[in-house]
């Protein structure tokens, strides 16, 4: 089992950048591939983005790609997602996950462990 905690959240302007971070604890964070999702108010959890167990291999939601970034770091168990050019439209709760196995995932049916989240506020 991993407990995840996310931090970094806040309020900026549009264009502006944000790094949310997602510690983790408990069995060894590289056992998991991570996702980082998000939900806005009245809205359904959606994907933004994948990343697998040793950071080689990447995926991105459309409304995400070539804005932001995630990667990780297994010697400090800890998982990150650098956002830039943000739009008010990204304003949401993002929750980081984890899942057991290979591959990496859209789908939060495939992600065994979450973490509470954190606010993400845009301003326009």
């Known amino acids: 089992q991993v407990q995840l905690v996310e931090s970094g959240g806040g309020l900026v302007q549009a264009g502006g950048s944000l790094r949310l971070s997602c510690a983790a604890s408990g069995r060894t964070f590289s056992s998991y591939s991570m996702g980082w999702f998000r939900q806005a108010p009245g809205k359904e959890r959606e994907f933004v983005a994948a990343?697998?167990?040793?950071?080689?291999?990447?995926f991105y939601a459309d409304s995400v790609k070539g804005r932001f970034t995630i990667s990780r770091d297994n010697a400090r168990n800890t998982g990150y997602l650098q956002m830039n050019s943000l739009k008010p439209e990204d304003t949401a709760v993002y929750v980081c996950?984890?899942?057991?196995?290979?591959?990496?995932?859209?789908?939060?049916?495939?992600?065994?462990?979450w973490g509470q989240g954190t606010q993400v506020t845009i301003s326009s």
């Open positions: 990343i697998s167990r040793s950071g080689g291999s990447t």
């Open positions: 996950a984890a899942m057991v196995g290979l591959g990496l995932s859209t789908r939060t049916s495939d992600y065994n462990y």
